[in-house]
């Protein structure tokens, strides 16, 4: 025993300096906000830059409440956000808009939101097959979420009755969060991140 015990000292003190000098991430500010784009290559958000790949969404990155400059492409406009909040800016013709996120707090579930950038008045996320209905009714420039199960399962985004993006062999697993953005390209499915930049 008395040999464990300087081990043991050996172990806990140099993960404890590890911590000290910045090996783990520090924690947000209690007034942040979490905002990402969506669909859009080059945006700024405040002063960070942030790009998601075509089609899909970027990745959270930390913004203090209030009101802060979005830029997306050549549209730039003032948004206001809530500390504790999770946001996505999407550009349209008609400008930015903020879509407010619902945050994946159920561990025991995987959290799936779609939004639609299509040209679709109403999107349906469905099993590949058209048999279950997942998220229902998410209107142009909106979103829908819901809490699922972890399973492997084939997706796809029904509108205007035809089919407008199909995902295969989708592994959703618990405690996680996915974005599944569909434009008339298509429908893309991005593993949510609260990570800063």
């Known amino acids: 025993m008395k040999k464990l015990i300087p081990f043991l ?3 806990v003190f140099p993960v404890s300096t590890f911590a000290q000098q910045g090996l783990y991430e520090a924690a947000p500010p209690a007034n942040s906000a979490f905002v990402r784009v969506l669909n859009a290559p080059t945006s ?4 960070k830059i942030v ?19 979005a830029k997306v492409g050549s ?21 930015l ?3 407010t996120d619902q945050p994946a707090d159920n561990k025991a579930k995987a959290l799936l939101t779609v939004y639609n950038l299509s040209k679709s008045s109403t999107l349906d996320l469905k099993t ?16 829908g979420s819901r809490a699922v199960n972890g399973i492997t399962v084939d997706l796809a985004a029904f509108g205007g009755g035809k089919t407008v993006g199909t995902i295969k062999g989708v592994r ?9 953005v569909v434009t008339d390209s298509g429908m893309t499915i991005t593993a949510s991140s609260t990570r800063t930049k």
Do not use: M, W
């Open 128 to 143: 590949a097959d058209g048999k279950t209905a997942v998220v229902s009714g998410v209107k142009q420039g909106a979103s």
């Open 172 to 180: 959703l697993e618990r405690g996680n969060a996915y974005a599944l």
């Open 97 to 99: 808009t903020l879509l």
């Open 51 to 69: 790009t998601a790949e075509k089609g899909a969404a970027s990745a959270y990155v930390v913004i203090p409440q209030g009101d802060f400059t």
């Open 75 to 95: 549209a730039s406009s003032k948004l206001k956000v809530e500390a504790g909040k999770f946001y996505s800016v999407v550009s349209s013709a008609a400008g």
């Open 44 to 47: 700024t958000l405040a002063d």
């Open 9 to 11: 000292a050996l172990v």
